[in-house]
């Protein structure tokens, strides 16, 4: 069965410099909320600026981290979502950075024959022009 | 549902800048063969090996389509790679190519073809040869002109990647397309007939 999508091994946290934070799932529903189009690695031609959710324009970010699942919290949450001990991958951000975080999906399809698969998504994470993390499904940094 | 749902597709019929007639989704494969369809079982459309000169197989169109974007907010920097070696008997001078767009197009928009509004119907001679993608005359539109037109897939592995869409996609809908072709060279360069080795080619793309 093809879901459309990877299952997920991390969910993103982001930390403001007022001491309030936001899950990308809420721990109390699951429901997802979502995430600033600027951390995009590629800044990308066209898309709105009203994509930016507004409390992205409103707060300023100081950590944001890739954090696994647990098993209570992956329960509360409407889709395929993996709880393993992987590490946490975090990144302090100083006044001026920029935030680089995405998932980098994968799909495989074959050309006269072979497969179509889902392979295993990169977890990024870095500061624009510094050195960007790729975190693999299994939380080992890729080379 | 919470991430996008995206998935890999081909399209064929129709007309010129109008899309195709025919939207397919690549749930396993897809097939290069001398007639413009989309049939993964059906082999009697093969690239026969010419005499003299090349034959080619009619262009697909090959995308990614975000069925769904749910609540992810963007996705964008649509790549394609393989792992570097096409291991097909198309002799000395074949190839697995993709259409290109020059350096300025490619900074700006990626080598992909916009769809539907650039999509070029695949024509040819059906059980003998496609048009090759840079036919100043049959060719596919939206590459004609372009330097190069064309380029051997070989050439975009994990490290060096195709950039295909840097489209900033909020919605769902059709990313840029792949656009692939066969060359066949003749039985005295190399080229052996017959069915041919499973080969797989990757897109990436960045959700957040």
């Given at each position: 069965?093809?879901?459309?999508?990877?299952?997920?091994?991390?969910?993103?946290?982001a930390?403001?410099?007022?001491?309030?934070?936001?899950?990308?799932?809420?721990?109390?529903?699951?429901?997802q909320n979502?995430?600033?189009?600027?951390?995009?690695?590629?800044?990308?031609?066209g898309?709105?600026?009203?994509?930016?959710?507004?409390?992205?324009?409103?707060?300023?970010?100081?950590?944001f981290?890739?954090?696994?699942?647990?098993?209570?919290?992956?329960?509360?949450?409407?889709?395929?979502?993996?709880?393993?001990?992987?590490?946490?991958?975090t990144?302090?951000?100083?006044?001026?950075?920029?935030?680089?975080?995405?998932?980098?999906?994968?799909?495989?399809?074959?050309?006269?024959?072979?497969?179509?698969?889902?392979?295993?998504?990169?977890?990024?994470?870095g500061?624009?022009?510094?050195?960007?993390?790729?975190?693999?499904?299994?939380?080992?940094?890729?080379? | 549902?919470?991430?996008?749902d995206?998935?890999?597709?081909?399209?064929?019929?129709?007309?010129?800048?109008?899309?195709?007639?025919?939207?397919?989704?690549?749930?396993?494969?897809?097939?290069?063969?001398?007639?413009?369809?989309?049939?993964?079982?059906d082999?009697?459309?093969?690239?026969?090996?010419?005499?003299?000169?090349?034959?080619?197989?009619?262009?697909?169109?090959?995308?990614?389509?975000?069925?769904?974007?749910q609540?992810?907010?963007?996705?964008?920097?649509?790549?394609l790679?393989?792992?570097?070696?096409?291991?097909?008997?198309?002799?000395?001078?074949g190839?697995?190519?993709v259409?290109?767009k020059?350096?300025?197009?490619?900074?700006?928009?990626?080598?992909?073809?916009?769809?539907?509004?650039?999509?070029?119907?695949?024509?040819?001679?059906?059980?003998?040869?496609?048009?090759?993608?840079?036919?100043?005359?049959?060719?596919?539109?939206?590459?004609?002109?372009?330097?190069?037109?064309?380029l051997?897939?070989e050439?975009?592995?994990?490290?060096?990647?195709?950039?295909?869409?840097?489209?900033?996609?909020?919605?769902?809908?059709?990313?840029?397309?792949?656009?692939?072709?066969?060359k066949?060279?003749?039985?005295?360069?190399?080229?052996?007939?017959?069915?041919?080795?499973?080969?797989?080619?990757?897109?990436?793309?960045?959700?957040?």
């Amino acid at each position: 069965m093809d879901l459309g999508y990877r299952p997920l091994v991390y969910m993103w946290v982001a930390e403001f410099d007022d001491g309030s934070a936001l899950p990308q799932f809420d721990p109390d529903t699951g429901k997802q909320n979502r995430a600033d189009p600027r951390w995009l690695p590629e800044k990308g031609v066209g898309g709105s600026e009203d994509s930016t959710p507004k409390i992205f324009r409103e707060k300023t970010l100081y950590k944001f981290g890739w954090y696994p699942f647990s098993k209570e919290i992956a329960a509360k949450i409407p889709m395929v979502v993996i709880p393993t001990r992987n590490p946490i991958h975090t990144v302090e951000l100083k006044e001026g950075d920029e935030l680089v975080a995405c998932r980098r999906n994968h799909i495989e399809f074959g050309i006269m024959g072979g497969g179509y698969r889902r392979v295993g998504s990169h977890y990024l994470l870095g500061i624009r022009g510094g050195e960007i993390k790729t975190i693999g499904e299994d939380g080992n940094i890729q080379q | 549902m919470v991430v996008a749902d995206v998935g890999v597709y081909q399209l064929t019929g129709g007309a010129d800048g109008g899309g195709g007639s025919a939207e397919n989704e690549v749930a396993t494969s897809t097939r290069l063969q001398t007639k413009d369809q989309f049939d993964i079982t059906d082999i009697d459309f093969p690239i026969p090996i010419p005499a003299a000169g090349f034959y080619y197989s009619y262009w697909i169109h090959v995308y990614l389509k975000i069925e769904n974007i749910q609540d992810a907010t963007r996705i964008n920097n649509v790549v394609l790679f393989c792992d570097g070696s096409i291991d097909w008997t198309f002799g000395a001078g074949g190839e697995l190519r993709v259409g290109q767009k020059d350096d300025a197009g490619a900074v700006d928009a990626g080598h992909g073809c916009p769809m539907d509004a650039d999509y070029d119907l695949a024509t040819g001679t059906e059980g003998t040869t496609g048009h090759t993608i840079e036919d100043g005359a049959n060719g596919h539109g939206y590459y004609i002109g372009e330097t190069p037109e064309i380029l051997d897939i070989e050439n975009y592995v994990t490290g060096a990647r195709m950039l295909v869409d840097s489209t900033n996609h909020d919605a769902g809908g059709k990313c840029k397309a792949a656009v692939l072709q066969v060359k066949l060279d003749t039985a005295g360069n190399g080229a052996v007939q017959g069915l041919q080795a499973d080969e797989t080619l990757t897109f990436a793309y960045d959700e957040i």
